[in-house]
């Protein structure tokens, strides 16, 4: 849960007055016709933790996004073991894992991007055009502290700078989670993982004899992807691109209708 914002309201007021003013004015005693008030709508904050942000270049990281996107899931296609499971099973661990397996994607393909504040004019105008989201689809927005913990996570596999060999095990412990809920089949998926754990060990012992570390600094930073949510990654990779569709949908229909 976020802690409670740090920022004073008088600083919105003061760096955003337009906006203020609108809001200010939409709060009066009269009902406005689209039930807009100053303290429903999400202000400019400074703390880390509520700061929307939005890509810097989104066509061109949205699109090299996508394709690290593609490679995951023909990775997870071409896995003899993963085909050979229930479906019910390979969409739960579709589910679970294509958010982490993209992060390991968008290491391995060194995808380095930039963020910025999203910016007011485009609050202004969907209240100028009194046109609120419904509150019930509003996704939440990309914060800095989200894409900084993804930055973090990246950084610390660039500095590990991982073979193909490694990266491709680390993918294989990642899809076969035998601590999904509700795998019919969570036995042989945990049989799956400890042989993808051991055939990494044994990749790293082979390429990094003298670094006995190696095999635990990889597994340790591996275990940061997990806290990393896939909203956060279709939020900010893909909803440019996909608009409203669900992309999970879309997933599914990319790994098992083709």
Not at 92 to 108: D, E, H, R, Y
Not at 132 to 155: D, F, H, I, W, Y
Not at 188 to 199: K, N, S, T, W, Y
Not at 242 to 249: K, M, P, S, T
């Amino acid at each position: 849960m976020d802690s409670a914002c740090c920022c004073s309201t008088s600083s919105d007021r003061t760096s955003n007055p337009i906006l203020y003013n609108i809001l200010s004015q939409m709060d009066g005693s009269r009902p406005s016709q689209g039930n807009f008030s100053y303290n429903s709508v999400r202000h400019r904050c400074k703390c880390e933790a509520r700061r929307t942000v939005c890509l810097k270049r989104p066509s061109e990281i949205c699109k090299e996004a996508s394709a690290v996107l593609v490679k995951t899931l023909n990775f997870m296609k071409n896995l003899p073991a993963f085909n050979q499971l229930p479906p019910n099973d390979q969409f739960a661990l579709l589910k679970s894992s294509w958010a982490p397996l993209f992060i390991l994607g968008l290491a391995q393909e060194h995808v380095d991007f930039e963020v910025m504040d999203i910016p007011t004019d485009s609050m202004l105008k969907k209240i100028l055009l009194n046109r609120p989201e419904n509150p019930e689809v509003e996704r939440e927005q990309p914060t800095m502290a989200g894409v900084s913990k993804l930055v973090s996570c990246l950084k610390k596999f660039w500095s590990l700078d991982l073979s193909p060999k490694e990266y491709a095990y680390l993918k294989g412990t990642t899809i076969f989670n035998p601590d999904v809920p509700d795998l019919k089949a969570a036995l042989f998926v945990e049989g799956l993982q400890q042989e993808a754990q051991q055939a990494l060990s044994k990749v790293v012992q082979l390429l990094h004899p003298g670094d006995g570390d190696r095999f635990a600094q990889i597994l340790l930073t591996a275990s940061v992807l997990q806290s990393i949510t896939p909203s956060l990654i279709t939020e900010l990779f893909f909803r440019p691109v996909i608009g409203q569709a669900n992309l999970l949908e879309l997933l599914v229909d990319m790994l098992f209708c083709r």
